[in-house]
């Protein structure tokens, strides 16, 4: 079973507020909206004072796509403005389902699917109405050896397996079909290829426009024996050490990144983020760090 993906955003002091929780069970995608009032407990973060728990029957599920074909291998969805559903397969498939419950392919995507890579996340603009524009963060397949990259060996036999996540804006179409030649590539967040795990890719937005990026660790944690996967002997696939991605400054793998993205693909870094711009072994993109797979 796939594990739900949940997005926490900010509770907005409004009349009536609206969530949407991706549900991936099997074959199946179905969405589930809450809708809570303008109670008092309705601005109240989780754990504070006034916060209300919303009970199973406040939510409606209802199955947008059933099956492979409709589906593939599920991964994230977003919501168009429209109603309309853009749902994310990790072998490269963007499909749509419109308000009555048609689902198609809207493109795909060349990607490297080795474990658990491949297509990702999906993000839609806030400025969708104006300029279509929609995010996606999946693996290129680059020039990456098939099958599994070695558990030990020297740094030559780890750098052919050396790959990248990458993050990018596409255009989507008015017929609903993605322009794949309209990409413009915003990030790329390196990773060990040929060996599991933890990828992230989740995409949200908040009120100022802001481009939330999630990035798992990118570290094998089976080997350790339930231990923390920090192994450091020298012929050991890099992959086995999450020293390199989550707990380390200047990488950004295990993190919370945000940017603020132009329409050219190139980005800017809001204030308020962990590390100033210019500061020395840092990546300023990263809000927050230390994840195993957010």
Known sequence: ???????????????????????????????????????????????????????????????????????????????LPDRSVLHTAR???????????????????????????????????????????????????????????????????????????????????????????SEKKVLDVPTSRGICCHVGGDIDFDKDGNLYLSTGDDTNPFASDGYTPIDERPDRNPAFDAQRTSGNTNDLRGKLLRIKVAEDGSYTIPEGNLFEPGTDKTRPEIYAMGFRNP
């Open 1 to 79: 079973m796939h594990r739900p993906h949940r997005t926490r955003k900010r509770l907005l002091a409004r009349t009536r507020i609206r969530k949407s929780l991706a549900l991936f069970t099997g074959g199946l995608l179905a969405a589930a909206t809450l809708t809570l009032g303008s109670a008092p407990g309705a601005t109240a973060h989780p754990g504070h004072p006034g916060h209300e728990e919303p009970v199973a029957e406040d939510f409606q599920q209802v199955t947008l796509a059933k099956g492979a074909e409709e589906t593939g291998e599920p991964m994230s969805l977003a919501v």
């Open 91 to 181: 072998g490269g498939e963007l499909r749509i389902t419109d308000s009555a419950g048609n689902t198609r392919i809207s493109g795909t995507l060349p990607v490297y699917t080795h474990d658990e890579e491949g297509l990702q996340g999906i993000g839609v603009d806030p400025d969708f109405a104006e300029n279509r524009a929609i995010y996606l963060f999946y693996a290129p397949p680059l020039d990456t050896p098939a099958g599994d990259a070695p558990e030990t060996g020297t740094a030559a036999d780890f750098a052919k397996f050396d790959g990248v996540n990458r993050l990018s804006r596409f255009v989507l179409n008015e017929d609903g079909t993605l322009d794949t030649a």
